[in-house]
């Protein structure tokens, strides 16, 4: 069957520091994957989008990498700050031109 | 631009109370989205619209679930009966395909909770 895996323990980290998260997925093959940011009581917001052709895609601070023969991806927020503690998602676009989502990570950056 | 609206932000209800959850996707969008999201089971999606036309409904529980679409401005999803499992939050999302689906912009969500 289908699956997206997201950690489901919470990440606590340092201020500073540069934020990891994991999204491994299985029997999808996604044109492309995204990443939403969810903050308590609000909708997801997106964040980043990458191709299945793309090994890596950067906005900012944030980076994404895609490999699609491991079947994960990894999202990493540098020099990480409090604001950016909330609950990340991945997506993948899961073959009928809609997204499904992961069940998301919770960061927590420590001051 | 106001971004995705959602009525009403909260509902309490009665279990075989009927629900109706409303939606204004961004202008210009003509694709759009609803989704469930609980605890347990994450973000699902439920239906989605592409230029009002119900696209993929695989994903609506059961037959108390309906979801219409008249105009490129408007979206309903009603449950009727409304049962206690129903309770979650239902969010929005509209997005322009323009040759795929990619970035959705979500509204902030309805809270529903059925006693």
């Known amino acids: 069957s289908q699956k997206i895996e997201q950690n489901s323990e919470a990440l606590n980290i340092q201020e500073g520091k540069t934020a990891t998260l994991t999204c491994n997925y299985t029997?999808?093959?996604?044109?492309?994957l995204q990443w939403y940011r969810q903050d308590p009581g609000r909708g997801p917001v997106f964040l980043l989008l990458?191709?299945?052709?793309?090994k890596e895609k950067r906005k900012e601070r944030l980076k994404v990498t895609f490999d699609t023969t491991l079947k994960q991806s990894l999202f990493h927020i540098t020099a990480s700050q409090p604001a950016d503690s909330a609950t990340y998602l991945c997506?993948?676009?899961?073959?009928?031109?809609?997204?499904?989502f992961g069940s998301g990570t919770r960061l927590q950056v420590q001051p | 631009d106001a971004g995705v609206i959602q009525s009403p932000r909260h509902e309490v209800t009665e279990m075989g109370q009927e629900v109706t959850l409303r939606c204004k996707p961004i202008?210009?969008?003509?694709?759009l989205f609803w989704y469930r999201q609980t605890m347990m089971r994450g973000l699902e999606l439920l239906i989605y619209f592409n230029n009002n036309v119900p696209i993929d409904d695989s994903g609506m529980p059961e037959d108390r679930f309906s979801a219409k679409m008249p105009n490129a401005s408007f979206s309903t999803l009603k449950i009727q009966p409304s049962e206690p499992r129903d309770s979650a939050v239902y969010f929005c999302a509209s997005g322009s395909d323009g040759g795929s689906f990619e970035t959705q912009y979500f509204g902030p969500g309805t809270r529903l909770l059925v006693l």
């Open positions: 997506a993948l676009e899961a073959g009928r031109r809609a997204l499904t």
């Open positions: 202008s210009g969008h003509n694709s």
């Open positions: 990458i191709r299945e052709n793309e």
């Open positions: 029997n999808y093959s996604p044109a492309y």
